[in-house]
């Protein structure tokens, strides 16, 4: 079992910033693919950013490239999302998630482990 524990939403202006972080614990975090998702009212949860076990390969949807950064510290157990120039359009649910599978993950279906979420909400 891991168990993930998402921090750092909130309010903010458009082209502002917040930086997420999701501590993990339970299992060994050098072991696992973790990922960044959201899910805005009415629509699915879709992935945001994903980072491979030692970090060395990164993934970022189209909409967030150039903007977001995902860094994970193995030594700290922790994962973070590091959101600029924010949009409207980025508001939505934030959900850390961690596979216990083999190299970079993006799909929903590939994740083992989601934390509860945290609101991040953009003003225009």
């Known amino acids: 079992q891991v168990q993930l524990v998402e921090s750092g939403g909130g309010l903010v202006q458009a082209g502002g910033s917040l930086r997420l972080s999701c501590a993990a614990s339970?299992?060994?975090?050098?072991?696992?693919?973790m990922g960044w998702f959201r899910q805005a009212p009415g629509k699915e949860r879709e992935s945001v950013a994903a980072i491979s076990r030692r970090g060395g390969s990164t993934y970022y949807a189209d909409s967030v490239k150039g903007r977001f950064t995902i860094s994970k510290d193995n030594a700290k157990n922790t994962v973070y999302l590091q959101m600029n120039s924010l949009k409207p359009e980025d508001t939505g649910v934030y959900y850390c998630?961690?596979?216990?599978?083999?190299?970079?993950?993006?799909?929903?279906?590939?994740?083992?482990?989601w934390g509860q979420g945290t609101q991040v909400t953009v003003s225009s």
């Open positions: 339970g299992r060994t975090f050098g072991g696992l693919v």
């Open positions: 998630a961690a596979s216990t599978a083999m190299g970079l993950r993006v799909a929903v279906r590939e994740y083992d482990f």
